[in-house]
């Protein structure tokens, strides 16, 4: 009997041993067979926003997932929520919006890896649910075509600081930056959301990936640091009316010009070149742009720019808008204006047509004044005119009338502070006399 005993005590554990293995087969076996089904078959208790697809044979899901979302894209939008504006919206049909029922199951692979077990079996065995997004496909030409028209209507163009002058002193006006919308970040950015929510705005702002961005202004505050006052002005009365039109244009071609710091680009100012670019039909010989560049040449000096920096050339007859010696005669095949920055700063040019006058003004840095500059001018020499005459038979003998008077020629000397700036000689004009015929110009010249 005791020996019976010991036997049955030794089989019991075997026997629960035996229990555990059969148990731990059988789940193996079920675990098998569920793995195998979920291979073939969408996990139960799986939707698509909603759209239960649990338990279909994955084809039939990508199928069911496709016609069911090919009718609802057909009426709806694509939201874009854009910072600082109103949302826009485009419709999935301008872009051939469609679900990927395929790329849409394909979060559900990492379901039938060994360490998801246990979510398999909530889905299979539990009330549990797993809701998955759509997966939208689009025409990306068409999405960058409809981004395209949006980025003009957003885009904010840059304005340019401002620089003038009014009573003397230099004003200044602000830049502004614009605002682009960048059609390569946009598209980037919406496909990652169609990924992820397709029906959840997408949001456009300069954060999210520099989808919006600023658009800085080609002229800004700080290019013109070194514009800080005035150094002269100088203003001529126009004589002609005619010679209005000519004076506007040249005017506006030097008006607000920048000349760069001594030794960069652009640190040459040309009264040629700035007529060319303004006035394509741009006359060698006009009288309107010479009094525009006199008043210039005036203002230079006036502003102690050092005669070494400038290159001028005078008339052969002295105008009557300014001094004689403070002229500036322009012909594009051979006379210029030229100015060459002298200064390690930047140096700025006005101009204006006010009323019958014409104002031309210098600014720069405050270091480039040292001393107020006074111009004087000086005759070294003078010669009368030739006089010319012309018969006229309706005189009578003696008579005589003067169509011209002329004018004296004149050697001038251009002084400033007492230093030689120049020495110009002008011809004189001749005197044009209308005479009875026969009359002696002998006695007549007496």
């Not at 909603?50 to 990508?62: E, F, L, N």
């Not at 244009?249 to 070149?273: P, Y």
Request: charged residues 25%; aromatic residues 6%; proline residues 4%.
């Amino acid at each position: 009997m005791e020996l019976e005993f010991v036997v049955k005590n030794r089989k019991t554990p075997l026997i629960f041993l035996l229990i555990a293995i059969q148990s731990a087969l059988a789940v193996m076996v079920g675990i098998a067979v569920l793995y195998g089904t979920s291979l073939n078959n969408v996990p139960a208790g799986v939707t698509v926003d909603g759209i239960s697809i649990g338990s279909m044979p994955y084809s039939d899901a990508v199928s069911h997932i496709e016609a069911t979302y090919t009718e609802k894209l057909k009426s709806s939008v694509l939201v874009l929520d854009i910072e600082g504006g109103k949302p826009a919206e485009i419709p999935f049909a301008q872009i051939d919006a469609a679900v990927d029922g395929n790329a849409t199951l394909q979060s559900l692979e990492a379901l039938n890896s060994a360490g998801n077990i246990p979510e398999l079996l909530d889905l299979w065995f539990s009330n549990k649910n797993k809701d998955i997004h759509p997966i939208i496909k689009f025409n990306e030409s068409k999405l960058r075509a409809e981004l395209a028209d949006l980025s003009e209507q957003l885009y904010i163009k840059p304005e340019n600081a401002e620089l003038n002058f009014a009573g003397g002193v230099v004003r200044k006006k602000a830049d502004t930056s614009g605002l682009k919308l960048n059609v390569n970040n946009a598209t980037e950015v919406i496909r990652k959301q169609l990924s992820e929510d397709p029906w959840k705005p997408v949001g456009l702002t300069k954060m999210n990936n520099y989808v919006l961005q600023s658009v800085s202004a080609d002229v800004t505050m700080k290019d013109y640091d070194d514009i800080q006052q005035i150094l002269a002005e100088y203003t001529t009365q126009i004589l002609d009316a005619e010679l209005t039109e000519s004076i506007r244009t040249a005017v506006d071609s030097i008006d607000g010009t920048i000349i760069s710091q001594k030794g960069e680009k652009n640190d040459l100012f040309s009264f040629v070149d700035k007529l060319k670019s303004k006035d394509k039909d741009f006359d060698n010989d006009n009288e309107g742009y010479d009094q525009v560049a006199s008043t210039l040449y005036a203002a230079m000096l006036t502003a102690g720019i050092p005669k070494d920096s400038i290159v001028r050339g005078p008339h052969k007859l002295a105008p009557d808008y300014i001094e004689p010696g403070l002229d500036s005669w322009i012909s594009g095949n051979s006379t210029d204006l030229k100015l060459s920055n002298p200064y390690p700063n930047k140096l700025a040019i006005f101009a204006r047509v006010e009323q019958n006058s014409v104002t031309v003004a210098i600014a720069g840095s405050i270091r480039n004044r040292t001393e107020d500059c006074s111009i004087s001018t000086e005759v070294v020499k003078r010669y009368a005119p030739a006089v010319y005459y012309v018969e006229n038979s309706s005189l009578k003998p003696g008579e005589k009338i003067i169509l011209n008077p002329g004018r004296d020629g004149v050697t001038i000397n251009v002084l400033r502070n007492g230093e030689l700036i120049s020495t110009d000689q002008y011809e004189a004009e001749k005197s044009i006399v209308q005479i009875a015929p026969g009359t002696d110009l002998e006695n007549n010249n007496k």
